[in-house]
Nanobody, 120 residues
Framework: VQLQASGGGLAQPGGSLRLSCEVSSKILFSVNDMGWYRQGPGESRELVAR???????RYAASAQGRFAISRDNAKKTAYLEMNSLNPEDTAIYYCMAQITTAYTARRDYWGQGTQVTVSS
């Protein structure tokens, strides 16, 4: 199972970025919850947003109203639209997916992380 994240980069304060995370595997699998977490310098990893396979969402207070998580189940891809970015959003963003395969029970898988830097 692999999670490929993309879309990070440099944004100015008040700007926007869109992250994508695609799940792939050579064996049969199903995806339950997907989510985005982030880890700033010297900080612990924290939840940003999470979405169930039925589309129910949950956000960190810092992301509520500014970020939007969505997913395309057919493409096994999750997205994070980030608006009104501020320097406090600077972090490495990790995607997560709860996956069940033909050989393993449901467990969390993580992407490699993508850097988001908000600076003027």
């Amino acid at each position: 199972v692999q999670l490929q994240a993309s879309g990070g980069g440099l944004a100015q304060p008040g700007g926007s970025l869109r992250l994508s995370c695609e799940v792939s595997s050579k064996i049969l699998f199903s995806v339950n919850d997907m989510g985005w977490y982030r880890q700033g310098p010297g900080e612990s990893r924290e939840l940003v947003a999470r979405i169930t396979k039925d589309g129910f969402t949950r956000y960190a207070a810092s992301a509520q109203g500014r970020f939007a998580i969505s997913r395309d189940n057919a493409k096994k891809t999750a997205y994070l639209e980030m608006n009104s970015l501020n320097p406090e959003d600077t972090a490495i963003y990790y995607c997560m997916a709860q996956i069940t395969t033909a050989y393993t029970a449901r467990r969390d898988y993580w992407g490699q992380g993508t850097q988001v830097t908000v600076s003027s």
